[in-house]
């Protein structure tokens, strides 16, 4: 479908172009001074020293969920590794030792040099194992090898890092909903 | 010899030989425009502008100096770069270039007057001194001269560089200096009427004694700026470095201390012209109301009054560090200690500057009582006096002179750039033809009147 724009036509004080000149000097006159007058309101950050604020939402780098126990919630059914557009996630599975459960990862890396953070392996994730919500956008190794993050490394992080109301988010060793959590698992609490 | 050098008093000597160091003001003024280019782009696009570079100081660290030590640091790296000309140039042309714009700023503001006419006793001897270096009866007409002889720089950098994107860039220099000064030449006509004068100082003094030249001219003030832009070749005007066509226009093949030869040569250029506009539509180094000889006699008032409004712009400055300061300790940069250690040293700076121009302020204006001699009926102040005048003039000038070239900077970044035959359809049919009736209006006003 094509939609039509449609310009209004200027008018002739907008033709002599030079009272639009002056409406334009005042703009930018206004920002120059807020620059001047109110330089903590400006958008922008100096970076390395203040980050900015990331969402949640955002798709930076990738977390394993955790168990209450501690164990990763991955069930090594391949459904990421098989979504995944840059075949960046490599898995090894092994048998589990909770009987309900048919299989636990090994190894689970994901090449960070050649992922694309295309969030396709959180979708396709059907127990919730994978998520890119860490807000970790800048990090930094000496050579190619480091980039390939290793499980241990996916299931570091801190409950303390993640929205308090979110309840499967704070299901991990010392996570404050762990108790509630054990509970739905039909576990004992420790 | 021994009677030139006995012609003059030692002391007009010296203050004359002194003189000489305004023709370093326009280059000078580079040192305050980039910083103010920068951080003006950067705060009008909502950035936060050049700020990274700085140099340790014991206890107070890191010191930014505001981003001015960052614009410093990209000069010392333009200075320290290779010279690299391209295969194939024309050597001589290509080193010779970029030096003509730069030496042309050196010479310009020879005409310019940085202060009224001085007349003050010495000894037994009266002693007078005029504001410009080079006391002729042709003024602006030399200045103009001078000041269009840049074009050649452009010319020759576009020849020698045996690039096309040169070529062009050095053509549309050449055609656009041209027509617009054109247009300068002619705009001015109406003021120059009006004093009948093409020296600089009667221009002042006659704007001094009636009204400013922007209210007796409007119209040619705004055909004059937009000529003076043009003729700089600054945005809005820009098309002879247009990115989009020309790469980077006449200096395409330039780098390093070439290129930035060109830089200064241009913001030297929006110096010169910024106190060009000031002392021909801006009365400037008049202040309205208040004459040459008003401040003569009133030398300690004035020198406090100028003292006071330093320490009011001083307050004013701290104010806002300490705003910010504030601020900083609640927020959660990184290097937010740092910061204020770095404010700190301004805070002690300002403040202590405070204090003493307070206490200058207050000492000129109790203490300072001239003492004056009548010469042909006028009173003749001291060298004192004369010197104080001098001062509190050249800092009203170059106030005035910042002014626009803040003004020059405010409208390359609100404007975007003209097309080509815009450019000059602008040029020879709209100001030229304004600026031409001006003066027809102007002259005929002034032969109704009479002088």
């Known amino acids: ?190 | 010899m021994i009677e030139i050098i006995q012609s003059k008093h030692w002391i007009e000597w010296l203050i004359n030989i002194a003189k000489f160091a305004f023709a370093f003001v326009p280059v000078l003024f580079i040192l305050l425009l980039i910083p103010l280019e920068r951080r003006g782009a950067g705060f009008i696009q909502d950035r936060q502008g050049p700020n990274r570079s700085y140099f340790r100081l014991p206890y107070f660290g890191k010191i930014r100096l505001f981003g001015w030590v960052h614009n410093a640091s990209d000069g010392l790296k333009l200075f320290f770069k290779e010279n690299y000309a391209p295969h194939g140039v024309n050597k001589l042309l290509f080193l010779l270039a970029p030096a003509i714009p730069f030496a042309v700023v050196l010479i310009a503001p020879a005409v310019i007057p940085w202060f009224a006419p001085m007349v003050f006793t010495f000894g037994e001897e009266v002693i007078r001194i005029s504001g410009q270096n080079v006391n002729t009866d042709v003024g602006l007409l030399l200045l103009f001269a001078i000041s269009a002889l840049s074009a050649y720089g452009a010319v020759l950098a576009g020849w020698a560089s045996k690039s096309k994107y040169s070529l062009l860039g050095g053509l549309r220099t050449t055609a656009m200096i041209i027509s617009y000064e054109v247009c300068l030449g002619i705009s001015i006509m109406g003021i120059l009427l009006l004093a009948g004068s093409f020296r600089l100082d009667q221009i002042i003094a006659w704007q001094d004694a009636h009204v400013w030249g922007v209210v007796a001219q409007p119209v040619a003030f705004f055909c004059f700026l937009i000529a003076m832009i043009a003729e700089t070749g600054r945005a809005p005007f820009d098309v002879a470095e247009g990115e989009p066509e020309l790469v980077a226009g006449f200096h395409t093949e330039y780098g390093a201390m070439q290129f930035g030869l060109f830089y200064m040569g241009e913001y030297s250029h929006i110096g010169i012209n910024s106190i060009l506009v000031s002392i021909l539509f801006f009365g400037g180094y008049s202040i309205p109301f208040v004459s040459t000889s008003t401040i003569q006699s009133n030398v300690g008032i004035s020198l406090g009054v100028l003292a006071f409004v330093f320490v009011f712009a001083i307050l004013a400055f701290l104010h806002l560090l300490y705003r910010y300061s504030r601020y900083l300790k609640k927020s959660s940069y990184a290097n937010k200690s740092a910061i204020l250690r770095e404010y700190s040293l301004y805070k002690i700076v300002g403040w202590a500057a405070a204090a003493l121009l307070l206490a200058a302020g207050v000492i000129s204006i109790m203490y300072f009582k001239p003492a004056y001699t009548l010469i042909d009926g006028q009173a003749v102040y001291g060298i004192g006096v004369a010197l104080g005048t001098a001062f509190i003039q050249i800092l009203v000038l170059l106030a005035k002179a910042v002014f626009f070239c803040w003004v020059w900077i405010w409208i390359r970044w609100t404007l975007p750039r003209f097309r080509y035959d815009h450019v000059m359809n602008l040029g020879w049919k709209v100001i030229l033809n304004v600026a031409i009736v001006n003066l027809v209006i102007t002259a005929f006003i002034v032969k109704l009147i009479g002088d």
């Open chain 1, 1 to 190: 479908m094509v939609r039509q724009v449609k310009q209004k036509p200027m008018n002739w004080i907008e033709k002599l172009y030079i009272f639009e000149a002056f409406r334009g000097l005042y703009v930018t006159l206004k920002h120059a001074l807020r620059g001047v007058f109110r330089y903590e309101t400006l958008p922008t950050v100096p970076y390395p020293e203040q980050k900015p604020e990331i969402n949640h939402a955002y798709r930076a780098k990738h977390r394993l969920m955790l168990r209450p126990d501690g164990s990763p919630r991955c069930v090594a059914c391949q459904m990421c590794a098989t979504a995944c557009p840059a075949k960046c996630i490599y898995i090894e599975a092994s048998t589990s030792a909770d009987g309900r459960i048919e299989k636990s990862i090994q190894r689970f890396d994901i090449d960070h040099l050649v992922c694309v953070f295309c969030g396709l392996c959180v979708e396709a994730c059907p127990v919730d194992a994978i998520r890119m919500d860490t807000r970790e956008t800048s990090y930094v190794h000496r050579d190619r090898q480091s980039f390939i993050t290793s499980m241990e490394e996916l299931m570091d992080w801190d409950p303390k890092d993640y929205p308090e109301d979110d309840f499967q988010s704070q299901v991990a060793p010392g996570g404050k909903r762990n108790k509630e959590a054990l509970d739905s698992w039909g576990l004992k609490v420790n």
